[in-house]
């Protein structure tokens, strides 16, 4: 399989985390976070991601799949806030 072959399936953030052997920058699971936003809203979203209140539950529901994606355990904890950049 090919590299663009995987960035279609995986966010480029993902495979240099990956690659690296690294756990993601807070600023890396936004951006996981605002590509699940738009996976699963596609052009049908109301609301793009830019423009989700930082205390959304959609937002914080994003990050949580964003964590989740990277294999951070969120537990019973709450997802964490992050900006977007």
């Keep these: 399989m090919l590299l663009s072959d995987i960035s279609r399936i995986f966010h480029p953030v993902m495979i240099d985390c990956m690659t690296a052997g690294r756990a993601p920058a807070q600023h890396e699971i936004s951006l996981m976070a ?7 809203n596609g052009a049908s ?31 019973a904890a709450s997802p964490v806030s992050v900006k977007s950049t």
């Design 45 to 75: 979203a109301c609301v793009a991601w830019c423009d989700l209140s930082e205390d959304s539950s959609d937002r914080r529901r994003a990050i949580a799949l964003a964590q989740m994606a990277f294999g951070i355990d969120v537990g």
């Design 34 to 40: 605002e590509r699940i936003w738009n996976d699963l």
